[in-house]
């Protein structure tokens, strides 16, 4: 496979429940970010981690867990989510360094619905 | 507080004419713009960006046009094509410094081209 693969595409789940998502790049890069696309609202930085330490936190609430284990890989952990986190999250990787630092490469999103 | 504005939600034009996509922002200390592509169920992929050290960057069909003075940016398709038909976003970072990709993105504007 080659890019930025997110799994899964689509989750459904309740309020109570523990659900993550996993993204996974096959470009050598060494920074990952989630961004969350809300209805009719600019895509949103969440996290980044750059060489798998988190450098970035956006404000975002605790019922969002973020894990990177390794430079390829990067999870998000949901729990007692709120109907209001329904959204699309884009996970999406670069270079640390240089022009290459600035240009994302977004993988095709997990469609979220809380009910 | 939105730091970049795409005004215009939708635009319409007829196969073979130009596409004008307008951005604007707010903050003065961007340096580094990007305009990405989004096809429905698919992530945001790069198009084409532009430093504030230059006015102009062309690739191919596309052309990214910079005013600093007027904080305004846009992207000329030309000819449009019927796969041109996506949503298109503009971003902008400081580049300096550890901002790597921290982009702020405006709501983005759906084109839609015509044959």
């Known amino acids: 496979e080659t890019g930025v693969t997110q799994t899964p595409r689509h989750l459904v789940m309740g309020m109570t429940n523990k659900k993550s998502l996993k993204c996974e790049q096959h470009l050598g890069h060494n920074a990952m970010y989630w961004y969350k696309q809300s209805a009719k609202k600019p895509l949103e930085l969440m996290f980044v981690?750059?060489?798998?330490?988190?450098?970035e936190n956006n404000s975002v609430p605790s019922r969002f867990s973020p894990e990177c284990p390794n430079s390829s890989h990067l999870f998000l952990h949901l729990h007692t989510l709120q109907p209001e986190d329904s959204a699309l999250y884009l996970c999406?990787?670069?270079?640390?360094?240089?022009?290459?630092?600035?240009?994302?490469?977004f993988g095709a999103g997990s469609r979220l619905t809380v009910l | 507080d939105q730091q970049v504005k795409q005004n215009s939600p939708s635009l319409s034009v007829q196969e073979g004419r130009i596409s004008i996509l307008n951005c604007d922002y707010t903050?003065?200390?961007?340096?580094?713009f990007l305009w990405y592509k989004k096809y429905p169920a698919e992530g945001p992929t790069f198009l084409i960006s532009?430093?504030?050290?230059?006015d102009k960057n062309e690739d191919g069909r596309f052309t990214v046009f910079l005013n600093k003075s007027a904080k305004h940016l846009s992207l000329h398709i030309v000819p449009s094509q019927p796969g041109d038909s996506a949503v298109y976003f503009c971003?902008?970072?400081?580049?300096?410094?550890?901002?790597?990709?921290?982009?702020?993105f405006g709501q983005g504007t759906i084109l839609t081209v015509h044959p």
């Open positions: 532009i430093s504030s050290i230059k």
């Open positions: 903050n003065s200390m961007f340096d580094y």
């Open positions: 971003a902008a970072i400081f580049a300096g410094g550890t901002s790597y990709g921290k982009l702020t």
């Open positions: 999406a990787s670069s270079q640390v360094l240089g022009v290459g630092a600035n240009v994302l490469t």
């Open positions: 981690y750059s060489l798998e330490e988190r450098v």
